[in-house]
């Protein structure tokens, strides 16, 4: 037995609250005649050597209205997702020219340019180097486009699911980059993809040094075709742009090369009609999944508010929650683990009373950066931008039940 003095434990006071808040939640569901479940009475299914989720799940990706099908994104439905992964089956898709098939046993990645020993490296080369498995989120710069107003998305999904969390295993570039020797004078990076439109973009060889990572694992698996199999380069915390999939060739130079994607596209035009560019850091948003639009709340009582928060800027350190408009704020509960770059799951107890509520989250960074409200954002970016809007957004809550975005 332990001799130290039992201490009201935080878990225990929460779970208390949650207590509190429950308030009888669950007698609905008490029962006078108590039956025995019955016995399954059959064989169930064989063994499979690939496993596949039960015929009841019926969540999907949602793929964008496109010129042709090859082209566009598909979208993850954040409002069906659990904890801070995304299954790769589930993981948004942004292709400009299609998926391609690529064998592994063909692909190669060229190291040239300022570099004094230019390499040409096999998937079987790359697999010898020693690799790191980092939990991060990409999210396209295009996401939440729809909330610059002023029709706005219907749902969780519509609205924000160019956006996913997976746990990534590669190679750190910088590893191939010391391998191939950087030459002085070299200050960026050229990424190429194997794909028809060879995605291309500029990246500054100090965070190429930094994070950036050469990956073929995603969830424990190899990484999806959709993802960028067999290799794919992984920018953390930066548009999703810069992470060029189906990876071939990395190029050191002294400059950036002004390419398509860096030039006509992921650039934010200002009020005054200049561009920025090279926006590339991801800032911090939140969005609550539960009750998100297109949910119904099946009556008042007990409701787990819960959502997901992340930056590009490394750790989020608090999720504030409003149920009355902004007025007041409180904090929501963070789960662990609390990763840099990655999905973070925030959750509050709460009572509906039934009243129409407008909910909103809002969270910080460990830089100190706060998500701005659309007022701010708009103030700060003007009206002509369409990448990078992270501003707050809220969900109407209506006497009926039903879930709205306002
Ligand atoms: N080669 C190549 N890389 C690419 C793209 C592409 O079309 N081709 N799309 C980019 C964009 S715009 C985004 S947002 C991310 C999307 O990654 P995902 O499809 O794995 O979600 O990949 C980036 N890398
Ligand atoms: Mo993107």
Request: glycine share 10%.
């Amino acid at each position: 037995m332990s001799n130290h003095p039992i201490q009201p434990q935080p878990e225990r006071r929460r779970f208390l609250r949650f207590g509190a808040a429950l308030g009888g939640f669950l007698t609905g569901c008490k029962t006078s005649r108590v039956e025995e479940p019955a016995e399954p009475s059959s064989l169930g299914k064989p063994l499979s050597e690939h496993g596949a989720r039960s015929p009841f799940e019926k969540t999907g990706r949602l793929p964008g209205p496109g010129k042709n099908p090859e082209i566009g994104s598909s979208k993850t439905p954040l409002q069906d997702c659990y904890g801070i992964l995304t299954p790769a089956s589930l993981h948004f898709e942004r292709h400009h020219s299609g998926v391609p098939h690529i064998d592994p046993a063909a692909h190669k990645l060229l190291l040239h340019g300022l570099v004094d020993r230019p390499l040409m490296l096999t998937m079987a080369d790359i697999h010898r180097l020693p690799a790191v498995s980092r939990i991060h989120f990409i999210e396209c710069s295009g996401n939440s486009r729809s909330e610059w107003g002023p029709k706005t998305a219907p749902d969780a999904q519509k609205a924000h699911g160019l956006v996913s969390c997976s746990e990534w295993t590669g190679v750190p570039l910088s590893i191939v980059l010391a391998e191939a020797g950087v030459k002085a004078g070299a200050s960026w990076i050229v990424a190429e993809g194997a794909d028809a439109c060879h995605m291309q973009r500029s990246i500054p060889l100090k965070k190429a040094l930094d994070d950036a990572l050469l990956v073929f694992g995603q969830n424990g698996e190899a990484i999806r075709p959709e993802q960028g199999y067999p290799l794919r380069l992984l920018i953390p915390g930066w548009e999703g742009n810069t992470s060029v999939k189906w990876v071939r060739r990395i190029k050191l130079v002294d400059q950036p090369s002004m390419t398509k994607d860096e030039t006509s596209k992921y650039t934010d035009l200002m009020a005054d009609g200049t561009a920025r560019q090279f926006t590339f850091e991801m800032d911090a948003k939140s969005v609550i999944t539960f009750p998100s639009g297109g949910q119904k709340l099946a009556g008042p009582g007990f409701c787990e508010i819960s959502g997901l928060a992340w930056s590009g800027r490394g750790r989020i350190e608090r999720v504030e929650i409003s149920t009355d408009g902004g007025r007041t704020w409180v904090n929501a509960a963070l789960d662990e683990p609390r990763l840099r770059i990655a999905f973070t799951r925030f959750r509050l107890p709460w009572k509906w009373e039934g009243q129409e509520v407008i909910l909103q989250s809002r969270c910080t960074d460990e830089t100190g950066y706060v998500q701005p409200s659309r007022e701010a954002l708009l103030e700060a970016r003007g009206a002509n931008s369409d990448y990078h809007n992270n501003c707050i957004t809220a969900w109407k809550i209506s006497p009926g039940g039903g879930v709205t975005n306002v």
